[in-house]
T-cell receptor, first 110, second 116 residues
Framework: DAKTTQPNSMESNEEEPVHLPCNHS???????IHWYRQLPSQGPEYVIH???SNVNNRMASLAIAEDRKSSTLILHRATLRDAAVYYC???????????FGKGTKLSVKP | DAGVIQSPRHEVTEMGQEVTLRCKPI?????LFWYRQTMMRGLELLIY????????DSGMPEDRFSAKMPNASFSTLKIQPSEPRDSAVYFC??????????????FGEGSWLTVV
């Protein structure tokens, strides 16, 4: 499994953009990069995933470095509801499962 | 879609008692996962099934833990006998076939277990 490094915690102000970084230098060529988040007292939920190209959806954008050794999850306008732990998870084509690290705890200030 | 359904949501039991946690995956999903979350160890994968067959149970802590999936719409995680250190939130999750590793995994709301 590819190792990941994420900041333990980050702070943001409401309605400002947030950039959550993740290093995954041992990622293999077939690993997708998944991001999940876990709101307080809830199960993890899918945010976004990508392989090589940058990706956008209604929740966030994912910017993947050209060498794929790092990625950044971008929340364009943080809301109080975005306060959660964000997990970056490389997931290989042969894997059925997700292996969670410690993630980044995002706090959003009003 | 109803999502992944877990029961019970909360359980308090005495040490030594048997605990059974239940999960109904999303219809049509071929993979089912059991995770455990504690403050100390974070989210740990215990076991996962593909088409009702256990694929990887290396995360199951010890023989006191067992998991079954008798059919595509039901799974149980049993702890017998339970111990205080089993207190945790247990999550069930499901996903479609892993042919494309971009498949999303959907989690239930968790079963909060306290063993006293």
């Amino acid at each position: 499994d590819a190792k990941t490094t994420q900041p333990n915690s980050m702070e943001s102000n409401e309605e400002e953009p947030v950039h959550l970084p993740c290093n995954h230098s041992t990622i293999s060529g077939t690993d997708y990069i998944h991001w999940y988040r876990q709101l307080p007292s809830q199960g993890p939920e899918y945010v976004i995933h990508g392989l090589t190209s940058n990706v956008n959806n209604r929740m966030a954008s994912l910017a993947i470095a050209e060498d794929r050794k790092s990625s950044t999850l971008i929340l364009h306008r943080a809301t109080l509801r975005d306060a959660a732990v964000y997990y970056c998870i490389p997931r290989g084509g042969s894997q059925g499962n997700l292996i969670f690290g410690k993630g980044t705890k995002l706090s959003v200030k009003p | 879609d109803a999502g992944v359904i877990q029961s019970p949501r909360h359980e308090v039991t005495e040490m030594g008692q048997e605990v059974t946690l239940r999960c109904k995956p999303i219809s049509g999903h071929d993979y089912l996962f059991w995770y455990r979350q504690t403050m100390m160890r974070g989210l740990e994968l215990l076991i996962y099934f593909n088409n009702n067959v256990p694929i990887d149970d290396s995360g199951m802590p010890e023989d006191r833990f067992s998991a079954k999936m008798p059919n595509a719409s039901f799974s149980t995680l049993k702890i017998q006998p339970s111990e205080p250190r089993d207190s945790a939130v247990y999550f069930c999750a499901s996903s479609r076939d892993r042919v494309f590793s971009g498949n999303t995994i959907y989690f239930g709301e968790g079963s909060w277990l306290t063993v006293v």
